[in-house]
């Protein structure tokens, strides 16, 4: 099994509908979620950065953490062409070699006109 | 505006020709990363300097080597290149103290996309 779950897609939308991106983990000492926007052929960019349990928002982007199941999401607001591109999760663990991230594969997400 | 830097960003190389990436950096981070990313797949870490301390990940081919002659500057040496090398070669960077190992948050750079013929 691995540590970080996504779903890849892809997941077609039309301009202005409410998306959901979902993660889940398997490794409990995870404690810092992030989110990260890639576009084709461009480094990841981030979107979103949460710290335990809870909700934070940014604009049209909510990011939800759910520690007692194992389960973040990104929620995308009146979604956008310009938001097509690949989400990944990514989270971390202190640990004493240094916060090293796990990555999901990403979810590749188009927005329709 | 500040920021990571690859390049070149595209890069052919024959198949046992070393090839060289670079990566540079103007927001003055003390972490530098390495990592490869294949075809719908995750990044996958290949190692980082914290500071100039050299970290591997365990599952690192020894085909691949890294030099940070100093802050700003990190380099990533693929020694004998294979056809399954071919991939995303990403650099990012972070600030960490280390008093709190937690708040790195990693920004990426373009990256290096590598074609081995």
């Known amino acids: 099994q691995k540590e970080v779950e996504q779903d890849p897609g892809p997941l077609s939308v039309p301009e202005g509908a409410i998306v959901s991106l979902n993660c889940t983990y398997s490794?409990?000492?995870?404690?810092?979620f992030m989110w990260y926007r890639q576009y084709s052929r461009k480094g990841p960019e981030l979107l979103m950065y949460?710290?335990?349990?809870g909700n934070k928002e940014d604009g049209r982007f909510t990011a939800q953490v759910d520690k007692s199941s194992k389960y973040i999401s990104l929620f995308i607001r009146d979604s956008q062409p310009s938001d097509s591109a690949t989400y990944l999760c990514?989270?971390?663990?202190?640990?004493?070699?240094?916060?090293?991230?796990?990555f999901g594969t990403g979810t590749q997400l188009k927005v329709e006109l | 505006d500040a920021m990571v830097i690859q390049n070149p960003r595209y890069q052919v190389t024959q198949f046992g020709k070393p090839v060289t990436l670079s990566c540079s950096q103007t927001?003055?981070?003390?972490?530098m990363y390495w990592y490869q990313q294949k075809s719908s797949q995750a990044p996958k870490l290949l190692f980082h300097?914290?500071?100039?301390?050299?970290?591997n990940e365990a599952d690192t081919p020894d085909n691949f080597q890294s030099r940070r002659p100093n802050t700003s500057f990190c380099f990533l040496d693929i020694r004998s290149p294979g056809l399954g090398d071919a991939a995303m070669y990403l650099c990012?960077?972070?600030?960490?103290?280390?008093?709190?190992?937690?708040?790195?948050?990693?920004?990426f750079g373009p990256g290096t996309r590598l074609t081995v013929l």
């Open positions: 990012a960077t972070s600030s960490r103290s280390r008093r709190d190992r937690a708040t790195d948050t990693q920004y």
């Open positions: 949460t710290y335990s349990s």
């Open positions: 490794n409990s000492a995870f404690q810092y």
């Open positions: 927001l003055n981070h003390n972490v």
């Open positions: 990514a989270m971390s663990a202190l640990t004493g070699g240094g916060n090293k991230l796990t």
């Open positions: 300097y914290y500071d100039k301390d050299f970290n």
